[in-house]
């Protein structure tokens, strides 16, 4: 049981300087701090990020939030004791009474739900993952496999009709440790071919603290990556996955890579000869959020072969699985805890793509703090793998150092995930 004293609110800032949540909940045993992230390429369908709307921060302040978490909220449940996380979620729930939290703001809500499951576990004693991984009815943990963001484009690094995502899939490693060192190595080889080529601009980062390279050619790209892998000697074992974020360049009818425009027919056979050629093995976000016809088709042509991740279109929101499940529109959910706005509905979610024989990703956003719940998050869910940006940037590098803690401390009870990637080929 868990019986709340104090709650306080406050803005601070993110990774893009732009205002966010921070949420400090007191019980008898402590204070429980947590920090909500923020999304650039977000999906309409999202549960409601609050903001102000007025001259501060251009608009971007989060004082309503904060507010609405120190007035309505605190004074719904200073003084009470909740039994589970599910039970506190509820409560969230029935308080903001809304289908997208818009009454209250899924970024007053999250703070809370995330302070409350570092409560609980504080309660029972035990760490972050072991209790989410309780509250999710888990019986065993497992490190996930890193997906990490090392060239950015499309909205993470000002570009318009752009792949979003071009990420290194460490498989091959029998830890964590191991793969995130080969991911980490790989990043700096491909720094160092970057500078080579195109001189030391060509090393600066985005949004999520991977390259910006002047390369407009999809293949281009993934060509290099190829060499960096091969060069710092992990061929074979590093593969390569994309988030496309095509809602970004989705017009309504068509798709514009560049200025070349597709169909959803056309754009699945492109990525179908970029799969044949460069060891790519995910696939996210590769139709718009709600091109359902383009995710069947896609779904359809490489589904067996690779995992089609869907990010813009679930939302991780099981309304929105399901209808992904009975249009088979694709094989893995991409879990972010703010789209939903409760740390009950994120496993909900995770639960109902599990039970459907999907992977599942726990991700970032790519607006982020140095808060590393989502670290705990992925270990306790044993989600299989995590999406957390580049080997750079404060607030990617906490949850890589979070999971090397939990895997250190552990001394190899907590098994490494690649070897139940279920398309390493
Ligand atoms: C994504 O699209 O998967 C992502 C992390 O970006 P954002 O947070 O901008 O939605
Ligand atoms: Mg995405």
């Avoid at 195109?198 to 390259?211: I, N």
């Avoid at 070349?260 to 799969?275: C, H, I, R, T, W």
């Amino acid at each position: 049981m868990v019986k709340i004293t104090a709650l306080k609110a406050m803005q601070i800032l993110d990774s893009r300087g732009n205002p966010t949540v921070s949420c400090a909940l007191s019980t008898p045993k402590g204070i429980f701090v947590s920090m909500v992230p923020s999304g650039a390429s977000t999906g309409t369908h999202e549960a409601l990020e609050l903001r102000d709307n007025a001259k501060e921060y251009a608009g971007k302040g989060v004082l309503k939030a904060v507010s609405n978490v120190n007035s309505i909220i605190a004074k719904s449940v200073v003084g009470k004791d909740f039994f589970s996380q599910r039970e506190l979620d509820d409560f969230l729930l029935k308080l903001d009474g809304t289908e997208n939290k818009s009454k209250l703001g899924a970024n007053a809500i999250l703070g809370l739900s995330m302070s409350f499951a570092r409560a609980l576990a504080s309660e029972n004693n035990i760490e972050l993952y072991e209790s989410l991984g309780n509250s999710a009815g888990k019986k065993s943990f497992s490190l996930p496999v890193p997906q990490l963001n090392v060239l950015n484009g499309g909205k993470h690094a000002g570009k318009e009709n752009d792949i979003q995502e071009h990420m290194l899939f460490p498989i091959k490693f029998s830890s964590f440790a191991e793969a995130i060192r080969a991911g980490a190595e790989t990043y700096h080889v491909l720094k160092g071919m970057l500078k080579k080529k195109f001189g030391a601009q060509a090393t600066l980062l985005g949004d999520e603290g991977g390259f910006v390279p002047p390369m407009d050619s999809v293949e281009q790209r993934l060509e290099l990556m190829l060499s960096a892998i091969k060069e710092a000697g992990y061929e074979g074992k590093i593969k390569i996955g994309l988030d496309c974020a095509s809602s970004e360049f989705f017009d309504g009818k068509k798709y514009s890579i560049g200025s070349k425009p597709f169909s959803a027919a056309e754009l699945s056979d492109f990525y179908a000869s970029l799969v044949d050629s460069y060891e790519i093995v995910s696939i996210e976000d590769g139709m718009a959020e709600d091109d359902w016809n383009g995710w069947a088709e896609l779904t359809k042509k490489l589904g067996k072969k690779i995992q089609i991740v869907g990010d813009d279109n679930l939302v991780t929101n099981t309304g929105r699985i399901k209808t992904a499940l009975e249009k088979k529109a694709c094989n893995s959910l991409l879990l972010k805890v703010n789209q939903i706005g409760t740390v009950s509905e994120s496993i909900w979610a995770s639960r109902l793509a599990e039970k459907n024989g999907w992977s599942i990703v726990v991700s970032h956003r790519s607006g982020e703090t140095e808060d590393a719940f989502i670290a705990d998050l992925a270990v306790g869910l044993a989600s299989g793998q995590s999406k957390f940006g580049a080997p750079a940037r404060s607030e990617r590098v906490a949850k890589y150092n979070r999971l090397l803690a939990i895997e250190g401390h552990a001394s190899g009870k907590i098994p490494f995930s690649g070897k139940s990637f279920p398309f390493s080929k």
